[in-house]
């Protein structure tokens, strides 16, 4: 089965650092990997997508990166601030025939200390 | 523009009650989709729907009903409420398949005594 997990549960970071966030999936690489931030009590919402064939992508201080060799893919926030304190969903998307089929990882909490 | 409108917020149930929660979505989306998210677990997908009348199962099926009867609408029917199936339910729409961003309603948080 496709999975996909993210390795930290909880990030503790000071202000002003970069967060890294990873994200591993297993089998075969997605046609696509999204990222998610989700704040208490509220739904995901939509921050990035990587297609398979694209190494990176920025958006303000927002970047992911793919990498297929590790199955591996990390997000991350330059020049943190407390209001990124959130929880960071990541989703893979098989392509083909599998639809509306994202599979979620599980979430890593991110707390930035001021 | 509304976005994704989820009801109830909250809903205390017995168990082996039925109940629907509700689904809107103004965007025009063909895809729609239910999730449950639950501590530890992630958003697991229940069920799914490319177009109106067209709906599939997800990972955790058993238990809930759907139908698409029009594009903006897309209700999730529990059958007979179990304790397992307290969580929090949260409804999506999008214009492609997974090519495209997911917009979340705000979700309806289920309490099954």
Known sequence: SQKIEQNSEALNIQEGKTATLTCNYTNYSPAYLQWYRQDPGRGPVFLLLIRENEKEKRKERLKVTFDTTLKQSLFHITASQPADSATYLCARYAGGTSYGKLTFGQGTILTVHP | ?113
């Open chain 2, 1 to 113: 523009n509304a976005g994704v409108t989820q009801t109830p917020k909250f809903q205390v149930l017995k168990t082996g009650q039925s109940m629907t929660l509700q689904c809107a979505q103004d965007m025009n989306h063909e895809y729609m989709s239910w999730y449950r998210q639950d501590p530890g677990m992630g958003l697991r997908l229940i069920h799914y729907s490319v177009g109106a009348g067209i709906t599939d199962q997800g990972e955790v099926p058993n238990g809930y009903n759907v139908s698409r009867s029009t594009t903006e609408d897309f209700p999730l029917r529990l059958l007979s409420a179990a304790p397992s199936q307290t969580s929090v339910y949260f409804c999506a729409s999008s214009s492609d398949r997974g090519s495209q961003p997911q917009h979340f309603g705000d979700g309806t948080r289920l309490s099954i005594l």
